[in-house]
């Protein structure tokens, strides 16, 4: 079983330890008051021996409790036998804290948060069995979905409580009839609840993630938590030891958790989901080309994307490139190392993570601007071979200046631990160069595409490549349900950028003249993507 470690995309940490039939969920910190989780829960995960890739859903359980032999403790996903269910649930004094105001809502994100631990583990051999002749080579057996079931057991048993994680997206059903029963507490039509790998990593976490809105009360006021718990006070009355200041905005900072003062894809100061869904459409014209008005970027230095990569050890961040001559401010979560597994801390040794990232005093503006980054990657030669942007910082500073200004596209930097290492532009195809090459279905309203270069050569390299591309994607998926597909249009000789799409699921439909250059049209669609590199 791994990973015994969970880390959010706040920078929230669990742990998660084996207890008498089940598995427990801790805050790794065990600070309740930091938290934005209650102080625990439990769920029970069983596996079915049998029948497990089959592609109709085994979840009945009548059927499966009715032959014990079949049902075993979890020990490593399977494709379709794991069935899960929340047993207990421990709840912060309610001195300190409000109760949830949807506890409905407080339940979606313990679910959410199990399953970004279960599918985070090595997923299970996708190739199924059952009724398949042995004589078929492995590569040639049909492939199933990864699924994880749920049951109506312990807290789901309430009355309303799975329909409203499904209304919410985060558990689904193939019985999408109404149902002839008149006993809602029975609970038919709710019996075969699952939820699949490739759903759930579409899931925006900014549904389910929130923080506990303390009491009035509470030491801990809302939006200036400390780093530990105070002390008790002594006989002297010695006040409690004050929190960290941010050095610029002069308000208590958080470790490890987005500041709700600054701006982040989990910053709330009302301590409520941060997700909104997109506007209905609206269509304007640029040219001659009818598209639907797109939806403003995100602020020049602000974080969009965030997600801790295992394999890497780090947190990969998306965000949007600023042209001000201070370098903005990273003030997320860096990964694990010194003092062991899941030990926060601000300098992994060997990571690339310098002082400068740090958010201080003494050694904020060391950090270069974009401008100046730019300036460093674009005259790189392997780099203005094929972006052709070299030359003097005033080229730099023009080139993001019309960057920032593009109404179907924005400019990003990529961030390892707070460390930018690439620059990215993500469009709207549609109304971009490449759209009006295109015709008919070739070129969809929501269709989305990229373009990127590494400029750090301590963050080259394959593995790398494919966590920040299959990131990118997995921000388009999440960025707007409507976009089914990313498209991509290097130039036809950079074979090794190629392959890399290759190797995160794209193919090449075909090739492209452009003004500039002959390309390889290379797609990605929603419907054949499983999830991100991790």
Known sequence: MAPNIVYLPNG????????????????????????????????ILESADSDEDNEGPILDTDDIYSQQRRVH???????????LFISSISNPSSTDFKPPTSPSRQIALMLWTTLWWYFHQLPPNPHLTAGISPNIPEKGKPKGEWRVNIKREGIFKGKYLLSKLARMGLIASEESAVGVTENERKGEGFLRMFVSQRAFWQLDPRIFLFTLSPNQHSPFPGGTPFASRPGSPNRESTPMQSPRLDSQTGEPMQQGLWNNQLSGP????????????????????????????????????????????????????????????????????????????????????????????????????????????????????????????????????????????????????????????????????????????????????????????????????????????????????????????VLCEPRLDNDKFINYLFDVGFFKEREVKLPHKQAALMKIGRDGWQAPVI
């Not at 759209?435 to 008919?440: D, V």
Request: charged share 15%; proline share 11%.
């Open 12 to 43: 929230q940490m669990l742990s998660v330890s084996n207890v008498f039939a089940g598995l427990s969920f801790k805050p790794h910190d065990l600070n309740v008051h930091q938290s934005v989780f209650p102080p625990g829960w439990t769920i």
């Open 73 to 83: 403790k979890f020990r490593s996903p399977t494709l379709r036998g794991d069935n």
């Open 266 to 485: 989990f910053s709330s100061s009302s301590h409520l989901p941060t997700y909104y869904p997109p506007t209905p459409p609206q269509y304007t014209f640029t040219g001659v080309i009818r598209h639907p008005i797109r939806p403003k970027p995100p602020a020049q230095g602000e974080t969009f994307y965030t997600r801790y990569v295992p394999s890497v050890g780090q947190y990969i961040s998306f965000r949007t490139a600023s042209i001000s001559v201070k370098a903005p401010k990273y003030r997320g979560p860096v990964g694990p190392v010194g003092g062991g597994p899941g030990t926060p801390q601000f300098l992994p040794p060997k990571s690339g993570v310098s002082t400068a990232t740090l958010p201080s005093v003494g050694n904020i503006d060391l950090h270069p601007c974009d401008t100046d980054l730019l300036h460093d990657w674009m005259n790189q030669p392997r780099v203005n071979a094929f972006w052709g942007a070299g030359g003097p910082v005033s080229n730099q500073e023009e080139f993001l200046s019309k960057a920032l200004n593009d109404k179907h596209s924005f400019p990003v930097i990529g961030c390892w631990d707070g460390k930018p290492f690439g620059y990215f532009e993500l469009y709207w195809v549609k109304e971009d160069q490449l759209g009006r090459h295109l015709t008919g279905s070739d070129v969809n309203d929501w269709d989305r595409g990229l373009h990127a270069l590494v400029g750090e050569e301590e963050f080259r390299g394959p593995h790398r490549v494919k966590v920040w591309l299959s990131a990118l994607v997995h921000y388009f998926w999440l960025a707007d349900p409507r976009t089914m597909r």
